[in-house]
């Protein structure tokens, strides 16, 4: 019955023929009692629902979870009824979505163009209309770039605000689960429900000003930048350019930051892929000085930031510097090129190196089709600050607009 469940909504390719399965493992929807969420939802593979694998994106599918994490009991419990698992890449590394030990699911959004990942058979089946709501996860973007590149609503909260039981990341400092959605009231929904919060809508809200660092308005694509002018204009707030030092360096303080914490945790040993191997030998060879310039680094950034923010109560920055690439060979074969993975991870790393809540937007579509977000940035607990500003952006009607 769950092969004839999919067949009847799985998104369709232009030639006709079913894309891929978004899931690991997708099943009849979970009985729930009725509730708040009253829809579907679907779990990333590295979050533990009770009789389901959690594999991590391995290739051996993972050991099977007894228990349902926290935040998938509250999810139950609320009305969500659980669709299945979704696919993840290896270990979580991969921002395109093609390093999987199981064909990638096509981009339902955006034909012939990459989903993103680490997250994306939650992004896929979200976007698809497989269910209304997703639960994905955020070592460096995983949540925030699928969510770019399908054209979501993804938030990923500061690491305290959420109970981490049940929650298996094979980079512990830098990671946390996040909603991913459709809409913004969705993903306020979602949110409330997984933080155990009273569900209540949210009112939308613009800060008087916004701050935009120097380096997030340069390396971008032309299309990207028109559309992150259009919506800090739309949102008619001050914009300020805002200095914030060790921005340009984000990209590979967090590559190497998260392979060494790759290599030295629980699942050390795990990586089959290409990209999985080469993350943990890099992590392997760091010596103790290595590992404490890379922790030097993060404290400074962490204190740019607070710097930044005394002058400002958000940051503004596009969520990727490129659309979504189109899918080729060399994608397919887990052979991305360093120009990309940069383009891919020039923002978002920032927000899991110093745990802070950012959410990714929708703000609009290029002249293929591909959808474009911009990325805002809050203090530590602002999650419902920024949940509010994306109820303004997606007010202004920019999400699907062209540029």
Request: charged share 15%.
């Amino acid at each position: 019955m769950a092969a004839e469940w999919f067949a009847r909504q799985a998104p369709l390719d232009d030639d006709g023929v079913a894309s891929p399965s978004p899931f690991v493992e997708n099943i009849l929807p979970r009985e729930a009692p009725p509730g708040i969420l009253d829809g579907g939802v679907v779990i990333k593979d590295q979050i533990d629902v009770a009789g389901l694998r959690t594999g991590v994106g391995m290739a051996d599918g993972g050991e099977l979870a007894q228990r349902d994490a926290t935040v998938v009991a509250r999810i139950v419990a609320a009305g969500g009824r659980i669709v299945g698992k979704t696919k993840m890449t290896e270990l979580g590394v991969d921002g395109i979505g093609s390093v999987m030990h199981y064909p990638m699911p096509r981009n339902p959004v955006a034909p012939g163009y990459a989903p993103g990942g680490s997250s994306t058979g939650t992004a896929v089946a979200v976007a698809a209309g497989l269910a209304r709501y997703g639960v994905g996860g955020d070592g460096l973007g995983s949540v925030r770039i699928p969510s770019a590149f399908c054209g979501l609503v993804g938030l990923k909260p500061g690491q305290r605000a959420l109970p981490r039981d049940g929650i298996h990341t094979p980079v512990q400092t830098l990671a946390q689960i996040g909603p991913m959605t459709r809409t913004a009231a969705d993903c306020v929904r979602l949110w409330q429900v997984m933080a155990g919060e009273p569900v209540t809508p949210l009112t939308a809200w613009t800060p008087s000003t916004i701050g935009v660092p120097a380096f997030a308005s340069a390396r971008v694509a032309r299309s990207i930048r028109r559309a992150f002018d259009r919506m800090l204009g739309a949102l008619a707030a001050e914009v300020r350019e805002v200095p914030l030092p060790g921005l340009e360096t984000v990209t590979f303080l967090g590559g190497m930051t998260g392979a060494h914490e790759l290599a030295s945790g629980p699942y050390a040993g795990c990586g089959t892929t290409t990209a999985g191997r080469t993350s943990l030998a890099l992590g392997r060879s760091f010596s103790a000085s290595d590992i404490a310039a890379l922790e030097a680094q993060r404290t400074a950034l962490r204190e740019a930031t607070e710097r930044a923010f005394a002058r400002t109560p958000i940051l503004a920055m596009p969520t990727t510097a490129i659309p979504p690439p189109a899918i080729s060979p060399a994608l397919l074969a887990g052979k991305a090129s360093i120009p990309l993975l940069r383009a891919l991870g020039a923002f978002t790393p920032l927000a899991n190196l110093v745990d802070l809540p950012a959410i990714a937007a929708p703000s609009g579509v290029d002249d293929r089709g591909r959808p474009l977000s911009i990325m805002f940035v809050a203090p530590p607990g602002g999650e419902t600050s920024l949940l509010r500003l994306a109820l303004a952006a997606e007010a202004t009607g920019l999400g699907s607009a062209r540029v």
